[in-house]
């Protein structure tokens, strides 16, 4: 029996398939879902869990050396929000792009993670190291 850190098994078996230079998308509970990506949705009601929440556990045992986030994350949201993501992806390569761009990537991914956030563009794509 797992005693600690994620517990979801659809989650645990999603990341166990993440390989080096393989991309993980961590969504928020708007962003589209795409047929023949694996999605595991653990959104529960708006706001809970977070995209920060989720890339917080994801963070623990997995090594993320790059992240894609749309630049209009930056227009839509607070000085506190970019702080806190900035905090959470300390010591990773932010790279900024458009929205579009950013969905362009999630064909590729091996899978995504549907959460119950609520922030506008806080959607990430996320390249294991």
Same mark, same amino acid.
């Given at each position: ?13 999603? !990341? ?13 509970? +708007? ?12 959104? !529960?009601?708006? +706001? ?42 300390? +010591? ?38």
């Amino acid at each position: 029996m797992i005693i600690g850190g994620i517990l979801n098994p659809h989650l645990l078996a999603l !990341l166990a398939r993440v390989r080096h230079t393989n991309a993980l998308v961590i969504a928020d509970r +708007g962003f589209p879902s795409w047929p023949g990506v694996e999605t595991v949705d653990i959104s !529960l009601v708006d +706001g809970v869990p977070t995209v920060l929440q989720v890339l917080a556990a994801v963070r623990q045992n997995h090594r993320i050396t790059a992240a894609f986030m749309a630049r209009e994350f930056s227009r839509e949201n607070g000085a506190a929000a970019q702080a806190a993501l900035r905090s959470a992806l300390f +010591g990773v390569a932010v790279r900024r792009e458009s929205h579009l761009a950013l969905k362009r990537r999630v064909p590729q991914a091996i899978g995504i993670i549907r959460t119950g956030d609520t922030t506008p563009y806080a959607n990430l794509v996320l390249i294991s190291g």
